[in-house]
T-cell receptor, first 115, second 114 residues
Framework: AQTVTQSQPEMSVQEAETVTLSCTYD???????LFWYKQPPSRQMILVIR??????QNATENRFSVNFQKAAKSFSLKISDSQLGDAAMYFC????????????FGKGTKLTVNP | EAGVAQSPRYKIIEKRQSVAFWCNPI?????LYWYQQILGQGPKLLIQ????????DSQLPKDRFSAERLKGVDSTLKIQPAKLEDSAVYLC????????????FGPGTRLTVL
């Protein structure tokens, strides 16, 4: 079965500091996408960043960047200059093969930002 | 642009009762997803529609769960009869189409089965 593993159930960071959330996955595909979604408390899940596996360059969106290691099947999320509004559950996800591109999610990492 | 709407936001029922959830996707989004998110876990896809046809329902417990998407727009998810283990947040999401498109999520319906 295709799986996504987030080994850090909880993480904390000081405001303005940098934190890295880990994710590993298992796929036999050669071309795929990877996603990080953010779920703030009692709010909707939103897409943070997306990485295309065939691109060697790591994706960046403002303070969010990824470290994508295709051979190691690792896809970590780095949050720079952390803000109080970054506090949320973060889920790593990727679409399984086939026409549905069904997203498989990890169990999530709860990020706390301390003032 | 209006987001994905879901109702109700909260529902408490007794086991063996029935419940239905409603979702209105973003206008123009052909693909609609229903996820189940149990406390402490990531969302798990229950069913995926492309317009009004089912693309994937492999993880839908068909003996008690049903879903439909009439006219390729709104969708309802029903549970009959509910079990204690159905307590979860039910998320609806939509996207422009099948493929590696961003999925937009609704606020979810939190179901408690007593």
């Amino acid at each position: 079965a295709q799986t996504v593993t987030q080994s850090q159930p909880e993480m904390s960071v000081q405001e303005a500091e940098t934190v890295t959330l880990s994710c590993t996955y298992d796929t036999s595909e050669s071309d795929y996408y990877l996603f990080w979604y953010k779920q703030p408390p009692s709010r909707q899940m939103i897409l943070v960043i997306r990485q295309e596996a065939y691109k060697q360059q790591n994706a960046t969106e403002n303070r969010f960047s990824v470290n994508f290691q295709k051979a190691a099947k690792s896809f970590s999320l780095k949050i720079s200059d952390s803000q109080l509004g970054d506090a949320a559950m973060y889920f790593c996800a990727y679409p399984t093969q086939g026409g549905s591109e069904k997203l498989v999610f990890g169990k999530g990492t709860k990020l706390t930002v301390n003032p | 642009e209006a987001g994905v709407a879901q109702s109700p936001r909260y529902k408490i029922i007794e086991k063996r009762q029935s419940v239905a959830f409603w979702c209105n996707p973003i206008s123009g989004h052909a693909t609609l997803y229903w996820y189940q998110q149990i406390l402490g876990q990531g969302p798990k896809l229950l069913i995926q529609f492309q317009n009004n046809g089912v693309v994937d329902d492999s993880q839908l417990p068909k003996d008690r769960f049903s879903a439909e998407r009439l006219k390729g727009v709104d969708s309802t998810l029903k549970i009959q009869p509910a079990k204690l283990e159905d307590s979860a947040v039910y998320l609806c999401a939509s996207s422009l189409g099948v493929g590696y498109n961003e999925q937009f999520f609704g606020p979810g319906t939190r179901l408690t089965v007593l």
